[in-house]
Nanobody, 126 residues
Framework: QVQLTESGGGLVQPGDSLRLSCTAS????????MAWYRQPPGKEREFVAA????????AYADSVKPRFTISRDNAKNTVYLQMDSLKPEDTAVYYC???????????????????WGRGTQVTVSS
């Protein structure tokens, strides 16, 4: 079965950096677009960034440009989110997600499949 496991969160100060990781299993990782979402306290889950199956194309929410960078390593079945210049408003539980359809294109057609991990907490506070 599809499993997604996020890690790398923590408590940091404004301006710090973190790198999140998401390891996937149970399917052919290299054929699906991947994305990061986040859920701030008391709010709905929101899109953060997506990367296509090969890693050559990416998309970001305006709120994280150009501070965040999404990447993937298909040999390790892992997608990353490098977060720089963190702000208190970046505080949230971060989740990774798989696209519903393999080789979905263009990337703006990304639609998260119904597989979610436990997420990883990121807290930005002084």
């Amino acid at each position: 079965q599809v499993q997604l496991t996020e890690s790398g969160g923590g408590l940091v100060q404004p301006g710090d950096s973190l790198r999140l990781s998401c390891t996937a299993s149970g399917y052919t990782f290299s054929t699906y677009n991947m994305a990061w979402y986040r859920q701030p306290p008391g709010k709905e889950r929101e899109f953060v960034a997506a990367v296509n199956w090969g890693g050559g194309a990416s998309a970001y929410a305006d709120s994280v440009k150009p501070r965040f960078t999404i990447s993937r390593d298909n040999a390790k079945n892992t997608v990353y989110l490098q977060m720089d210049s963190l702000k208190p408003e970046d505080t949230a539980v971060y989740y990774c997600a798989r696209d519903q359809t393999p080789y979905n294109w263009p990337l703006r057609r990304f639609k998260a499949d119904d597989y979610w991990g436990r997420g990883t907490q990121v807290t930005v506070s002084s």
